[in-house]
């Protein structure tokens, strides 16, 4: 990836069940802490994923965006703000951002087919961030990774050249947002589930292909394959630059 290693950050329907909080309380094994931050917290208790966010929009983003998808996503078993439960989906993730994926070509094929389905679906009602917005936050990031001195500047210019090429008009699709490979699910080759719908939106088909892609540029094409239509590469590899420089 070149100049892209040194500016990535990688770190290591739905109808409501009668599930209840009482059904999270009386499971028996330990609480383990998936995510957490100031803004939100994901738990996993036994087989129910519980997540507890500040902002209810995104839960309700969340929740609207799983009904609607036409890919395997978890079942929500209750949803009482700001808490959502959310049952275990079969298989693993996809792979690991920092590590080499030990999934097959098929099953990142399946991911793209997927990828494509979600993509052909009806848009959500509301729109995702805008060119301005994603143009903002790539000069703020840019500008801190100069200003302390983090990377040359002519590494950092060099990229964000790069990263602006993806910030253009395009024909808005229904998409997931946050589609890393975490996110993604399979139990041999068959997708399972696909995770985190907070960010879902209209946005820019490419940019779930490089956000599933990113570090693992080595299975683009398997990806391609299940997804089925040409693609520009070029701006797949805008978005990876940029997605290295947001942190998103």
Known sequence: MNDLAHVCDIPGRHP?????????????EQVDVILANNDRVTLRVGDVFLKIDADQKRTDV????????????????????????????RGKALGRLAEPSAASPAAWAAAGAAIRQLHDAPLPPWRGKGVDELASRLAGECGWLVANDVLAVDV????????????????PVFTHGDLHIEHVFVDGDEITGILDWSEASQGDALYDIATLTLAHEEH?????????????????RAWWSWRCRSGR
């Open 156 to 171: 950092v210019t060099r990229n964000r050249r790069l990263a602006e090429a993806a910030l253009r008009s395009w024909i």
């Open 62 to 89: 969340e929740v609207e965006a799983m009904a609607m998808a036409p890919v395997p996503t978890p079942e929500v078993h209750w949803w009482k703000p700001p808490a959502l439960a959310l049952a275990a989906v």
């Open 220 to 236: 683009l094409d398997d990806v391609l394959a299940g997804y089925g239509t040409d693609v520009d590469r070029g701006l797949i």
């Open 16 to 28: 409501r069940s009668a599930a209840k909080i009482s059904d999270v309380q009386q499971e028996k």
